[in-house]
């Protein structure tokens, strides 16, 4: 998944397809640490505070305690 990738294809319709599988796989790769905070955000089509809500209605952890 090149999370960027819609800077060059922003109509693709095949982008709009993947919204709900692109916060799904952003969650999975922020719970594995293999990507950010910020770049899990800019996978999904949510703004930092909705994936805050969302992370924590799931009672998921992402940060180093």
Same mark, same amino acid.
């Given at each position: 998944?090149? &999370? ?7 109509? &693709?319709? +095949? /982008?709009? $397809? *993947? @919204?709900?599988? !692109? =916060? $799904? %796989?952003?969650?999975? *790769?922020? @719970? +594995? ?5 910020? +770049? &899990? %955000?800019?996978? =999904?089509? *949510?703004?930092?505070?909705?994936? =805050?809500? *969302?992370?924590?209605? !799931? +009672?998921? !952890? /992402? !940060?180093? %305690?």
């Amino acid at each position: 998944i090149y &999370a960027f990738y819609p800077d060059f294809i922003g109509d &693709a319709s +095949k /982008w709009d $397809e *993947l @919204k709900g599988d !692109r =916060t $799904e %796989v952003a969650i999975s *790769l922020l @719970k +594995k640490s293999k990507i950010s905070f910020s +770049k &899990a %955000v800019a996978m =999904t089509d *949510l703004n930092m505070g909705q994936f =805050t809500e *969302l992370l924590k209605a !799931r +009672k998921i !952890r /992402w !940060r180093a %305690v």
